[in-house]
């Protein structure tokens, strides 16, 4: 079965420094993979995903998340936080041997000091 | 090009009662899917829906459920409602089944049930 693990609930950097959100999954076949942001009080929007292609992908926002099939990792970076990226963050995999649903992680909450 | 459509948003029930809330895909979307989002369980898949049928369906009990009209809009029930049904109810669009877990959902801005 394909899972996710988002480590750290909360994480909280001052504006202008890195942000570095960490998402591990479990497949045992090739994944695709998504980062989802959500604002208070709204739905999930889609931030970037990796579908077997470049394993740098480039998302929305300045966000980006690399692929490394050896770490089973797909951690979402920005180089430098904003208050405006002050929301939560979701991780999710779909594996394309099986149930074509994606499994959400359980979020991660990013905070923005100014 | 308009979003993802979900009414109302904001809901009180009491327990034992009935619920049903509303979902507009985008234009040309044909498959909806539900998710139901609580802060204990994270976003939980309930089930999915394309040209009128139910696709795959979550670990949710049989109060659950859910149905899609012709012009892809869909509905999804509760019924007896727990306490424990209160949650946030997400709508997401995409073009046909799979293609969410492919090139990704778009998501409405939810439904906020309060079960009291």
């Known amino acids: 079965a394909q899972s996710v693990t988002q480590l750290g609930s909360h994480v909280s950097v001052s504006e202008g420094a890195l942000v570095l959100l960490r998402c591990n999954y479990s497949?045992?076949?090739?994944?695709?993979l998504f980062w989802y942001v959500q604002y208070p009080n709204q739905g999930l929007q889609l931030l970037l995903k990796y579908t077997s292609a470049a394993t740098l992908v480039k998302g929305i926002n300045g966000f980006e998340a690399e692929f490394k099939k050896s770490e089973t990792s797909f951690h979402l970076t920005k180089p430098s936080a904003h208050m405006s990226d002050a929301a939560e963050y979701f991780c999710a995999v779909r594996t394309s041997g099986g149930s074509y649903i994606p499994t959400f992680g359980r979020g991660t909450s990013l905070i923005v000091h100014p | 090009k308009a979003g993802v459509t979900q009414t109302p948003r904001y809901l009180i029930k009491t327990r034992g009662q009935q619920v049903t809330l509303s979902c507009s895909p985008i234009?040309?979307?044909?498959?909806v899917s539900w998710y139901q989002q609580t802060p204990g369980q994270g976003l939980q898949f309930l089930f999915e829906y394309f040209s009128e049928t139910q696709r795959n369906k979550g670990n949710f009990p049989g109060r659950f459920s859910g149905r899609q009209f012709s012009n892809s809009r869909s509905e999804m029930n509760v019924s007896t409602l727990e306490l424990g049904d209160s949650a946030l109810y997400l709508c997401?669009?995409?073009?046909?089944?799979?293609?969410?877990?492919?090139?990704?959902?778009?998501f409405g801005s939810g439904t906020r049930l309060t079960v009291v």
């Open positions: 234009s040309g979307h044909r498959s």
């Open positions: 497949s045992s076949v090739p994944p695709y």
């Open positions: 997401a669009s995409s073009l046909a089944p799979g293609t969410g877990g492919m090139e990704g959902y778009t």
